[in-house]
């Protein structure tokens, strides 16, 4: 993770080196879970299907692509009811 940009996110959180590499373990443990791989494998496929949506993303309990914004921040709801 030598270049990764969440090398730098990580240590912006202040962590103890201990703590930083077992966030970065769960981290990666979380990214590479089934459900994880699915929905990235979904996502590869219907932007594949839709070129025209290259700059959208795409919301899986919506099923439908929506803008950055409104997908990251929960169609205006904010995050923090998730």
């Known amino acids: ?14 962590l103890s080196p201990t703590a930083l590499k077992d966030k970065r373990a769960r981290d990666l443990e979380a990214a590479n879970s089934p459900a994880r791989k699915a929905k990235r494998a979904e996502n590869q496929r ?3 299907a839709n070129p ?10 919506d099923s439908k692509f ?4 409104a997908n990251r921040g929960n169609d205006g709801k ?3 009811n998730e």
């Open 1 to 14: 993770m030598r270049n990764s940009p969440l090398k730098a996110f990580a240590n912006s959180q202040g």
């Open 46 to 48: 219907l932007h594949r």
């Open 52 to 61: 025209s949506m290259a700059k959208m993303d795409y919301d899986h309990k």
């Open 66 to 69: 929506k803008t950055v914004k």
């Open 78 to 80: 904010g995050t923090k």
